[in-house]
T-cell receptor, first 112, second 114 residues
Framework: GAVVSQHPSRVICKSGTSVKIECRSL??????MFWYRQFPKKSLMLMAT?????????EQGVEKDKFLINHASLTLSTLTVTSAHPEDSSFYIC????????FGQGTRLTVV | GNSVTQMEGPVTLSEEAFLTINCTYTATGYPSLFWYVQYPGEGLQLLLKATKADDKGSNKGFEATYRKETTSFHLEKGSVQVSDSAVYFCALSDSNNAGNMLTFGGGTRLMVKP
């Protein structure tokens, strides 16, 4: 079946630094990928839609300058959390569709 | 707008008990419906899906039927196992959106005790 790979699975960073999370579709091309954020014991909230070759579309309330999204190829989208703060600590997960939406393994970000 | 409502957990069952997790939705058009499962510390795995009314999705003993008249997609399993302990998410994909952006329910935590 279709596989979406996300890396890293866990990352701890210091406040003020930036962290890049990669999302790859391994056996299919994805012109659109989605980035979600999951707070502890909560559901997934869509952050942004990543569009290959064009700017990402952000959901209301999501800071585009803080959460930089790049979708440079049909198999790779990256989410960079810039100038990270402890409140950015969360579980971030991407998805891409090959007939149905598949999800990456998720990235647990902890900002200390 | 689209929305998905599912029963709040946690749901605690003994092994071999019958499971039902209710899910209802609001959507325009004819959405596709999904159940995803999330094991501790992991991402989401597609459990089953249905793309049109009266379709039944099934996988690993789990079933859900797309009921347009009641706008529901309840998840059922006849005999749960300890290994089924996880968080279950009901979700829909609007037929009008490209790339299958999903709207999720709040998630239901299932705990199965031996």
């Amino acid at each position: 079946g279709a596989v979406v790979s996300q890396h890293p699975s866990r990352v701890i960073c210091k406040s003020g630094t930036s962290v890049k999370i990669e999302c790859r579709s391994l056996d299919f091309q994805a012109t659109t990928m989605f980035w979600y954020r999951q707070f502890p014991k909560k559901s997934l909230m869509l952050m942004a839609t990543s569009n290959e070759g064009s700017k990402a579309t952000y959901e209301q309330g999501v800071e585009k300058d803080k959460f930089l999204i790049n979708h440079a190829s049909l198999t790779l989208s990256t989410l960079t959390v810039t100038s990270a703060h402890p409140e950015d600590s969360s579980f971030y997960i991407c998805s891409a569709s090959s007939l149905v939406p598949f999800f990456g393994q998720g990235t647990r970000l902890t900002v200390v | 707008g689209n929305s998905v409502t599912q029963m709040e957990g946690p749901v605690t069952l003994s092994e071999e008990a019958f499971l039902t997790i209710n899910c209802t939705y609001t959507a325009t058009g004819y959405p596709s419906l999904f159940w995803y499962v999330q094991y501790p510390g992991e991402g989401l795995q597609l459990l089953l899906k249905a793309t049109k009314a009266d379709d039944k999705g099934s996988n690993k003993g789990f079933e859900a039927t797309y009921r347009k008249e009641t706008t529901s997609f309840h998840l059922e399993k006849g005999s749960v196992q300890v290994s089924d302990s996880a968080v279950y998410f009901c979700a829909l994909s609007d037929s009008n959106n490209a790339g299958n952006m999903l709207t999720f329910g709040g998630g239901t935590r299932l705990m199965v005790k031996p």
